[in-house]
């Protein structure tokens, strides 16, 4: 009788939340890992940037203390945070455990390309990079999100920011991405994200992990 190989366990699924800031991700994220747990996925929540690392305190420093950096030094921090974690994101994908990670590239594009930094400058760092297997969107109009507690508290907390960063993250849309209505009940956006979730776990468990991130 043949035996299964590490080589053919069936691997975790990659699912992003995105969107503008305040839309709910880290709350939305939060629920989702608990709740794929509670259905039996083994499941870990990622964020970005990860401000634990040498690299993401640098990037705490900008974003929460106000330290000012170049432009297109800060956007090359961010890539640097999202590269020194995908050896330790793909061993987790290929041992069957899924990750939820709330904001990735996208995010780092978009939000530099809004300060007036090229798109495709923007996006070369970051080719080759793990690609998505799907990516939900939270969309809600930017002046609803602007009524959400802790608006403004850092730096790209503004409205003139975040509406050229929603342009950009729908410029930046892919086949793989889920448009969801941010504006409904938390618990409405979480049933939404969680059937899309189960789909794709499905879907991808036996398909290799895609490397291929804007390199096409």
Same mark, same amino acid.
């Given at each position: 009788? $043949?035996?299964h190989?590490?080589?053919? +366990?069936s691997?975790?699924a990659?699912?992003l !939340? #995105?969107?503008c800031?305040?839309?709910?991700? =880290?709350?939305?994220?939060?629920?989702?890992?608990?709740?794929?747990? %509670?259905?039996g996925?083994?499941t870990?929540l990622?964020?970005f940037p990860?401000?634990?690392?040498?690299?993401?305190?640098?990037?705490?420093?900008y974003? $929460?203390?106000?330290?000012?950096l170049?432009? &297109?030094a800060?956007? !090359?921090?961010f890539?640097?945070?999202?590269?020194?974690?995908?050896e330790?994101?793909e061993?987790h994908? =290929?041992?069957?455990?899924?990750?939820?990670?709330?904001?990735? $590239?996208? =995010?780092?594009? $978009?939000?530099s390309?809004?300060?007036?930094?090229?798109?495709?400058?923007?996006?070369h760092?970051? +080719?080759?990079? !793990?690609r998505p297997? /799907?990516?939900?969107f939270?969309?809600?109009?930017?002046? #609803?999100?602007?009524?959400r507690?802790?608006?403004?508290? #850092?730096r790209?907390?503004?409205?003139?920011i975040?509406?050229k960063?929603r342009e !950009?993250f /729908?410029q930046?849309?892919?086949?793989?991405?889920?448009m969801?209505d941010? %504006?409904?009940s938390?618990?409405s956006? &979480?049933?939404e994200?969680? &059937?899309q979730s189960?789909k794709?776990?499905?879907r991808v468990r036996?398909?290799?992990?895609?490397?291929d991130l804007?390199l =096409?």
């Open positions: 009788m $043949a035996t190989s590490a080589e053919s +366990r691997r975790g990659f699912i !939340l #995105e969107g800031d305040r839309t709910g991700k =880290s709350t939305q994220a939060a629920k989702l890992v608990e709740r794929l747990q %509670t259905l996925h083994s870990k990622w964020k990860d401000r634990t690392t040498r690299i993401g305190q640098m990037i705490d420093g974003l $929460a203390k106000g330290e000012d170049n432009d &297109h800060v956007h !090359l921090l890539s640097a945070n999202r590269w020194e974690a995908v330790a994101m061993k994908l =290929s041992a069957g455990t899924t990750l939820v990670v709330d904001r990735y $590239a996208y =995010s780092g594009v $978009a939000f390309a809004a300060k007036g930094l090229d798109l495709e400058w923007c996006k760092p970051d +080719r080759g990079l !793990l297997d /799907l990516t939900l939270l969309d809600m109009p930017i002046e #609803e999100s602007m009524k507690g802790g608006f403004g508290e #850092e790209y907390e503004k409205l003139t975040q509406t960063v !950009l /729908l930046l849309r892919e086949p793989t991405w889920v969801v941010a %504006t409904q938390i618990e956006i &979480h049933k994200l969680v &059937h189960e794709a776990i499905t036996d398909q290799p992990l895609q490397h804007w =096409s």
